[in-house]
Nanobody
Framework: QVQLVESGGGLAQPGGSLRLSCVAS????????IGWARQAPGKGLEWVSA????????GYADSVKGRFTISRDNSKNTVYLQMNSLKPEDSALYYC???????WGQGTQVTVSS
C-alpha cells in the first residue's frame, strides 16, 4: 500500500532552518509528482510546494518562494523540503502528498519561535 512518512520537523528559531523529508513506499516513486502542504492551528490547508516526477520542474507558494527549496532523490524514494529564513508564520503541521492528493502522510510539526 502507498505510504508517505514525513520527518525532520521540530522547533526552530526565527531565521533558522529545517529540512523535512518525505519517504515513500508502495508505488513507483519516480513516476509521480510530490507536493508539500501545511496546516496551522485554526487555519485551512495551504499548498507549499511541489516537484515533478523527475525533478525537472518545481513550484512554490508566494509565501515561501525564495526561502524554501524542494528536491527529490528517486534512488531513495525521498522528497526533501529545505526551509530557510523561517518565520513564526511558517509554524504548522507539514504534510507530503501524491497521487493527485489521494495519498497523504501523517505530517510533521514545525514550530518557529524564539
Amino acid at each position: 500500500q502507498v505510504q508517505l512518512v514525513e520527518s525532520g520537523g521540530g522547533l526552530a528559531q526565527p531565521g533558522g532552518s529545517l529540512r523535512l523529508s518525505c519517504v515513500a513506499s508502495g508505488f513507483t516513486f519516480s513516476s509521480y509528482g510530490i507536493g508539500w502542504a501545511r496546516q496551522a492551528p485554526g487555519k485551512g490547508l495551504e499548498w507549499v510546494s511541489a516537484i515533478y516526477s523527475d525533478g525537472s520542474d518545481t513550484g512554490y507558494a508566494d509565501s515561501v518562494k525564495g526561502r524554501f527549496t524542494i528536491s527529490r532523490d528517486n534512488s531513495k524514494n525521498t522528497v526533501y523540503l529545505q526551509m530557510n529564513s523561517l518565520k513564526p508564520e511558517d509554524s504548522a503541521l507539514y504534510y507530503c502528498a501524491t497521487g493527485g492528493l489521494k495519498y497523504w502522510g501523517q505530517g510533521t510539526q514545525v514550530t518557529v519561535s524564539s
